[in-house]
């Protein structure tokens, strides 16, 4: 038997191995708290080795991808959809843009109702410090389509991202993110990718119940609230559920897809890091198609096939293939046991365990 270490070496190498585990095993984690709570769901994230106190140049090219549409969301679907532009803004732990358990300010007010940001930009600009960059893209005419933004700094003072896309026609609805911070806890290291998927908000400042309601404003405001599908949310995920910012869907199930019992993805945020003003490949100068991610990506557990939800019960009777969701399970539970192997790998090092 190899002799055992020392035991403060097993409980150090013991630590590193569950650390290892987090970052290589695609489990992310926030700190619990009422502010950021299930304001976005993070798919897939990819930790880098630039740490939190970088001095140079750090900037995320991201890109925004619409998938809100009648066939997804067939329920009161509009005759003339559109996005309208995205906003996405970097700013300090001290500020929020918008925030799923509260009331929104006039600016956000501004971009949920009407899709303008000139309210909005002021209320940016009069924060000082607490900001750093806003950046927006161009009105989406096809809901199915994405669009490349322009890249947006970031710091170690100004490492939360939030977004808005206004929802077109409707009375306040709007998808994005708040409060996502580049910053790892797990690494202290800033994330060189990061794919987001978004969920449907109601900013609670007008009562329209459809896309198409007249305008009628809620005096007062109530707290901006995310949508939900009632009765298909797990014992932690209830619906509604007002503490968490939950509410249903309006009457007509708009954003339900045809089962009644789901919404899929509307739209999807996905940004690359990049790392000072240097060339991405040695040698080569630099330019945004090094760096951009895909306009198109096939996500099987969400995409729709022929029509089919892959949520219908009745999936692979009607497309006579496989459930990707299942297939999605069985790949999770395969990843969970190399994950358990490496750590036990790690113990018996630690250790001396033959």
Same mark, same amino acid.
């Given at each position: 038997?190899?002799?055992?270490?020392?035991?403060? @070496?097993?409980?150090?190498?013991?630590?590193?191995?569950? =650390?290892?585990?987090?970052?290589?095993?695609?489990?992310?984690?926030?700190? !619990?708290?009422?502010?950021?709570?299930?304001?976005?769901?993070?798919?897939?994230?990819?930790?880098?080795?630039?740490?939190?106190?970088?001095?140079?140049?750090?900037?995320?090219?991201?890109?925004?991808?619409? @998938?809100?549409?009648?066939?997804?969301?067939?329920?009161?679907?509009?005759?003339?959809?559109?996005?309208?532009? !995205?906003?996405?803004?970097?700013?300090?732990?001290?500020?929020? &843009?918008?925030?799923?358990?509260?009331?929104?300010?006039?600016?956000?007010?501004?971009?949920?109702?009407?899709?303008?940001?000139?309210?909005?930009?002021?209320?940016?600009?009069?924060?000082?410090?607490?900001?750093?960059?806003?950046?927006?893209?161009?009105? &989406?005419?096809?809901?199915?389509?994405?669009?490349?933004?322009? #890249?947006?700094?970031?710091?170690?003072?100004?490492?939360?991202?939030?977004?808005?896309? @206004?929802?077109? !026609?409707? !009375?306040?609805?709007?998808?994005?993110?708040?409060?996502?911070?580049?910053?790892?806890?797990?690494?202290?290291?800033?994330?060189?990718?990061?794919?987001?998927?978004?969920?449907?908000?109601?900013?609670?400042?007008?009562?329209?119940?459809?896309?198409?309601?007249?305008?009628?404003?809620?005096?007062?405001? =109530?707290?901006?609230?995310?949508?939900?599908?009632?009765?298909?949310?797990?014992?932690?995920?209830?619906?509604?559920?007002?503490?968490?910012?939950?509410?249903?869907?309006?009457?007509?199930?708009?954003?339900?897809?045809?089962?009644?019992?789901?919404? #899929?993805? #509307?739209?999807?945020?996905?940004?690359?890091?990049?790392?000072?003003?240097?060339?991405?490949?040695?040698?080569?100068?630099?330019?945004?198609?090094? =760096?951009?991610?895909?306009?198109?990506?096939?996500?099987?557990?969400?995409?729709?096939?022929?029509?089919?939800?892959?949520?219908?019960?009745?999936?692979?009777?009607?497309?006579?293939?496989?459930?990707?969701?299942?297939?999605?399970?069985?790949?999770?539970? %395969?990843?969970?046991?190399?994950?358990? %192997?490496?750590?036990?790998?790690?113990?018996?090092?630690?250790?001396? =365990?033959?």
């Amino acid at each position: 038997m190899v002799q055992a270490m020392s035991w403060w @070496k097993c409980s150090l190498l013991i630590v590193t191995a569950a =650390i290892l585990m987090v970052v290589v095993g695609g489990q992310f984690n926030e700190p !619990p708290g009422k502010r950021r709570e299930q304001t976005f769901k993070v798919l897939e994230f990819e930790n880098s080795n630039i740490n939190q106190r970088y001095p140079g140049t750090l900037r995320y090219y991201c890109t925004f991808r619409g @998938k809100w549409s009648a066939e997804r969301h067939p329920n009161d679907f509009p005759r003339r959809p559109s996005w309208g532009p !995205p906003i996405i803004v970097s700013h300090s732990n001290g500020y929020r &843009m918008w925030t799923g358990t509260e009331a929104v300010t006039a600016g956000v007010e501004s971009i949920a109702e009407d899709g303008f940001f000139t309210i909005y930009t002021n209320e940016f600009l009069n924060a000082g410090f607490e900001t750093l960059h806003m950046v927006h893209g161009e009105r &989406m005419f096809n809901t199915t389509e994405s669009q490349h933004l322009p #890249p947006i700094n970031v710091t170690f003072e100004h490492p939360f991202l939030s977004s808005m896309v @206004k929802i077109q !026609p409707s !009375p306040d609805w709007f998808v994005g993110f708040s409060d996502f911070r580049t910053i790892s806890y797990e690494t202290e290291t800033y994330y060189n990718r990061i794919l987001i998927q978004s969920y449907v908000w109601d900013s609670g400042t007008d009562g329209g119940q459809t896309y198409t309601a007249l305008d009628r404003d809620l005096d007062p405001q =109530i707290p901006c609230y995310r949508f939900c599908a009632r009765g298909s949310g797990k014992s932690n995920h209830q619906c509604p559920d007002l503490t968490k910012g939950r509410i249903e869907t309006p009457p007509l199930g708009q954003f339900l897809d045809y089962t009644g019992t789901y919404i #899929p993805t #509307p739209g999807e945020f996905e940004c690359v890091l990049r790392v000072g003003e240097g060339d991405v490949f040695a040698g080569t100068p630099f330019n945004e198609t090094q =760096i951009r991610p895909p306009l198109s990506v096939p996500r099987p557990d969400d995409d729709f096939v022929d029509g089919v939800s892959p949520h219908d019960p009745e999936f692979e009777q009607k497309t006579g293939q496989s459930n990707p969701r299942a297939s999605t399970g069985v790949r999770l539970t %395969i990843l969970a046991a190399v994950q358990a %192997i490496t750590v036990l790998g790690f113990v018996v090092a630690a250790c001396g =365990i033959l």
